[in-house]
């Protein structure tokens, strides 16, 4: 086997990274004139995709071991006067392959390596090795989703895995239809759009002017992405007017609070409105048996957004809109170009399904989370969805009465979000107050930049209405242990005792 | 060096894809949750993607051997039935790693090689070994465009590029703004949204009936997302009202046509009208000292959509949408989230992009792009997008007087569409008419069944306006040669002789 020939040449100079030095191909001299298709160009493709592959799995080694920093962190105008070696500036010329893989290893060098357990910093952490090696695939399959001819694959996992998801959120026979999108802010938009379509289709054509003035109700709490797409789609955010759309946000950002769906249900069954779950952070509770009844309802509502990039821990991007009545997404966004979708194929054209995005080539989302699917099963999500939650649970009983710090809400977290803020030593007995206010709201982006300085661990701060900065704790790594926990408490007050 | 070792001792074994059998790992016994960041997680972890990487390879190989087919043709119902060990329901339990490597493969057996010398089906076609490398590694590093703090690297690498390209737009000193966006329809989309902005910034908070009725101009030729974008932010379709925004479009989808931009420019400059240049398809051409002269004006025009992925062989997905006014895509999309953008970092906050986007969190697109730009200079740009007009120059050159061919449009492509019907013998003595047009729109079809079914080539087809079908050469696959061109010209006189 050719492939094996080749690894065995690359092992026996010992050093995978000079390669090229020690061999008669000379990488110095390479370009990307010389890989494939050039002639020729299969030995050093292979070569060179497999140094590639080198620096990848060093750093993913590098990932999971608590011995490596989470960042090494630069400001900006460091790394773009150049590092060592490492410039980010275009040039007319092409740079040889030895200096492509030095450009490759100093990107990860001077990036945040997101796996890392004690990486906590976003709503999507994380790096699971099956959705990598998906990803990895994805990226050579190089195709997008929109249409069965160029993506039969992927086309038939998409709709088998939407399918999978609505019978999780409880729609009769999983009936229905969605999509996969870029993120969750866009599904979100795509619930706004279809609303709007179900009771004004005459937009569609006519413009915003053919409908009544419309308003659209979210909590205060909800993800900006509503209002962004309330003032893209021509809603405005005003108050007033005709209500078409009301959006439960279940899992908000910040506080990881589920609105109570079948409430919202009621008004909206009453009213005939349009229901949003937007469960971009919260939908990945539906797969736990033990706390999908945060979701209760769910089944109710008119659309879904559900990301599995965050807490299923499915490699970015991967955000699904689920809609319950089927062929709504096709009215809705179809222009119906023929030059586009010839319906003369010799294959059934319902499953061209890009005529029903607002997007026209569709990036191929699917495949890393079908293969999570299969290497864990329904059963494998679970578990992973319950150790997350249970590991907050642990942050939350540890520091709800430790001295120092101060819960931002009551009662247990519904979500993995523990929010907190550290009293260092010096402010544990002033009186509350305008003063005290303004320093503790220095503390959390003081100790946020010690720890990206110092590289350990990461963190995310916020306010919230007339809440000064706090800590959020966000738990969706696998890789994440209790051990991680106590070190991020023992940092915090580590950086921040002296302030 | 342990990657090494590890690669030695997979060599011994002489056959990679048999190597957990023959090793005590026992692969059949072996889950994802084996897998790291499980304890002794690491061996496995670089046994399993070595094995993904061989079978990464292996297609790569392939895909660049004309002995290959360009696909394996199955219609839905056989794939969803499930081919031989190739399964694509989900199930509760989990699956072994061996069952999780046999998926990857026959996910890949069954998909369309895009990157094959003779596929030219889309306008994204190829597969650059530098870009593949540059997704890879964007997987690995799993992060997003949100934040400087979580994506240091790429951000500045976005800018820089970003930069470059308004500069080769001709924009001063390539001032102004831009994002890159997930494809030209959302690309366009921006350029709409934006316009809206500029001219009716009370839209954003008060909806469009805050405006006068508007409308966009764009070519019968011009791409859908125009039309969705109109539809999706609430303009309509209607004729009549206030001018807002005029698209020009450089490379039309099926023709390959350049409006005037200059002439175009004049009167959009006259009315005070938002220009917009969607280049998705001809943008590439700027790189080029022979061909820009295409885009005459670009460097008029407001906003300009550019597709990487497209004309200029990048990984999908990489569009970019370009602004020539600072500061206004910031205003029109910004919602000011401050629990999302924390005014208070350490470093340069103007650099966390975030708030600009429609989208929150944001795939990273920019690697592999920079990677590319790197690796063939801007130099390497221009040959590729050379070669690829000079292919279809000389397609063009062997059809326009050959027996059997009628050119849908007059005088030579501005692009590399090259449109034409084939006509087999048994049609050429028919006189115009009815029955010579039903007859003649089956051919294109007919003959591309054939061609997916022998899995040979692949080119597109489609109608336009009342032309009947007929088929759409491009060229941006650098794989390809004029021995390609040739394959395909006797591969149609083939499978169409006898209809």
Redesign the interface.
């Known amino acids: 086997?050719?492939?094996?020939l080749y690894?065995?040449k690359?092992?026996?100079f010992?050093?995978?990274?000079s390669l090229f030095k020690n061999n008669k191909l000379k990488k110095y001299l390479l370009?990307?004139?010389d890989?494939?298709?050039a002639k020729n160009?299969?030995e050093p493709?292979?070569q060179?995709?497999?140094e590639?592959?080198?620096?990848?799995?060093?750093?993913?080694?590098k990932t999971?071991d608590r011995s490596t920093k989470v960042l090494d962190?630069?400001?900006?105008?460091q790394?773009?006067e150049g590092m060592e070696g490492f410039n980010?500036?275009?040039?007319?010329?092409?740079?040889s392959?030895e200096?492509?893989l030095v450009?490759?290893r100093d990107?990860?060098k001077?990036?945040?390596r997101?796996?890392h357990?004690r990486f906590f910093?976003?709503l999507?952490t994380g790096?699971?090795?099956?959705g990598?090696?998906g990803?990895?695939?994805?990226?050579?399959?190089?195709?997008?989703m929109?249409t069965?001819?160029?993506?039969?694959?992927?086309?038939?996992?998409e709709q088998?895995?939407l399918k999978?998801m609505r019978e999780i959120i409880g729609w009769p026979n999983g009936e229905g239809d969605g999509l996969f999108s870029?993120?969750?802010?866009?599904s979100n938009?795509y619930s706004v759009?279809i609303a709007r379509y179900k009771y004004f289709p005459e937009?569609?054509?006519?413009?915003?002017?053919?409908a009544p003035?419309?308003v659209l109700f979210t909590s205060e709490h909800s993800?900006?992405?509503i209002?962004?797409?309330?003032?893209?789609?021509?809603?405005?955010?005003?108050n007033g007017y005709v209500p078409l759309f009301v959006n439960a946000t279940a899992g908000t950002?910040?506080y990881g609070a589920f609105d109570p769906i079948n409430d919202i249900a009621d008004i909206c069954e009453k009213y005939n409105l349009w229901l949003h779950v937007d469960g971009a952070w919260g939908g990945g509770l539906l797969m736990s048996r033990r706390h999908r009844h945060k979701l209760s309802g769910v089944e109710r509502a008119n659309s879904v957004t559900w990301n599995p990039h965050k807490m299923m821990g499915v490699?970015?991007?991967c955000s699904a809109i689920l809609v319950r009545e089927k062929g709504i997404l096709q009215g809705c966004?179809s222009?119906c170009?023929?030059?586009?979708f010839?319906p003369?194929?010799?294959?059934?054209v319902t499953?061209d399904t890009g005529d029903k995005a607002?997007?026209?080539?569709?990036?191929?989302d699917i495949?890393k989370f079908?293969?999570?699917?299969?290497?864990?099963?329904?059963?494998?999500f679970e578990q992973h969805i319950d150790r997350c939650l249970e590991l907050s649970e642990y942050l939350y009983n540890k520091i709800k009465n430790r001295p120092g710090y101060e819960m931002v809400f009551q009662g247990e977290p519904q979500h993995t979000n523990v929010c907190f803020w550290y009293i260092p030593p010096s402010m544990r007995n002033m009186p509350d107050g305008e003063e005290r206010r303004e320093r503790l709201h220095?503390v959390a982006?003081k100790i946020?930049?010690m720890m990206?300085?110092s590289g350990t661990t990461?963190v995310g701060?916020?306010?919230?209405g007339d809440k000064v900065?706090f800590f959020r704790m966000v738990i969706s790594n696998?890789?994440a242990t209790r051990s991680d926990i106590d070190f991020l408490i023992d940092e915090i007050e580590r950086l921040g005792h002296d302030l």
Chains 1, 2 share one sequence.
């Open positions: 086997m050719r492939f094996c690894l065995h690359l092992c026996i010992g050093n995978t990274s370009h990307t004139f890989l494939l298709p160009g299969e493709t292979m060179f995709l497999l590639v592959v080198d620096i990848l799995t060093n750093y993913i080694r999971f962190f630069h400001h900006p105008h790394l773009l980010l500036e275009l040039s007319d010329q092409p740079e392959l200096q492509i450009d490759c990107t990860l001077y990036g945040v997101t796996g357990p910093n976003q999507s790096l699971d090795i099956i990598l090696a990803e990895w695939l994805t990226s050579t399959a190089n195709t997008n929109f069965y001819e160029i993506a039969p694959v992927f086309v038939l996992m088998l895995t999978k870029p993120g969750g802010a866009i938009m759009m937009v569609k054509t006519k413009g915003m002017s053919a003035r419309l993800h900006y992405s209002t962004k797409a309330g003032a893209a789609l021509g809603f405005g955010k005003e950002t910040v490699p970015l991007q966004n222009m170009a023929g030059y586009l010839q003369d194929k010799q294959y059934d499953y607002i997007q026209c080539g569709r990036h191929v495949f079908w293969l999570m699917w299969k290497a864990k099963g329904t059963v494998g220095k982006p946020k930049a990206m300085e990461m701060y916020q306010p919230q900065n696998h890789a």
